[in-house]
T-cell receptor, first 115, second 110 residues
Framework: DTGVSQNPRHKITKRGQNVTFRCDPI?????LYWYRQTLGQGPEFLTY????????KSRLLSDRFSAERPKGSFSTLEIQRTEQGDSAMYLC?????????????FGPGTRLTVT | RKEVEQDPGPFNVPEGATVAFNCTYS??????FFWYRQDCRKEPKLLMS???SGNEDGRFTAQLNRASQYISLLIRDSKLSDSATYLC???????????FGKGTRLSVIA
């Protein structure tokens, strides 16, 4: 399978704990995005990387959230001191940005439940 | 005004029907447009890209009206398997992230 993969697929944690999610993009893609989706909403942008550089962060990304893409391949998203409001599906997407094309391909997501 | 707006539905249509969804966007500088399909508790999957005035792929036709700032998706001869949420997605230009609408839910009924 050469698509975007994410691990874990599900995570249940207690409020106040830290969690880390991993995303492996499609191998030749240079951009990697993180989104959050809650029930009845479309995905909301959190942050994105071009290669290893984090180019943009949404104001949704509080200081409890941090993302890395250390070698320009896989990425991790860490949430510290989780809150119940962090419960959501965390989606990763990747793209190969060529002149004028911006299609993104999504992984299966990590569903986080904070109890 | 929200950046990307869609009628949330649900649209309940019989098999074989033709159904159309509209989507409006607020930023006139938006450059590229997409329709994604999302099944319940699954990830969004790219259905169509719209870079010019429209695109057609089998039973699916997307049209773009830049003057009125809306995109439409037409599904002909609906199948039960078309039941899903359809997300309208806009790229505001250049390096900006994609902006998603909330989605329109379609149920095709036998």
């Amino acid at each position: 399978d050469t698509g975007v993969s994410q691990n874990p697929r599900h995570k249940i944690t207690k409020r106040g704990q830290n969690v880390t999610f991993r995303c492996d993009p499609i191998s030749e893609h240079n951009r990697l995005y993180w989104y959050r989706q809650t029930l009845g909403q479309g995905p909301e942008f959190l942050t994105y990387f071009q290669n290893e550089a984090q180019l943009e962060k949404s104001r949704l990304l509080s200081d409890r959230f941090s993302a890395e893409r250390p070698k320009g391949s896989f990425s991790t998203l860490e949430i510290q001191r989780t809150e119940q409001g962090d419960s959501a599906m965390y989606l990763c997407a990747s793209s190969l940005v060529l002149a004028g094309t911006y299609e993104q391909y999504f992984g299966p997501g990590t569903r986080l439940t904070v109890t | 005004r929200k950046e990307v707006e869609q009628d949330p539905g649900p649209f309940n249509v019989p098999e074989g029907a033709t159904v159309a969804f509209n989507c409006t966007y607020s930023n006139s500088a938006s450059q590229s447009f997409f329709w994604y399909r999302q099944d319940c508790r699954k990830e969004p999957k790219l259905l169509m890209s719209v870079y010019s005035s429209g695109n057609e792929d089998g039973r699916f036709t997307a049209q773009l009206n830049r003057a009125s700032q809306y995109i439409s998706l037409l599904i002909r001869d609906s199948k039960l398997s078309d039941s899903a949420t359809y997300l309208c997605v806009v790229n505001m230009g250049g390096n900006t992230p994609l902006v998603f609408g909330k989605g329109t839910r379609l149920s095709v009924i036998a």
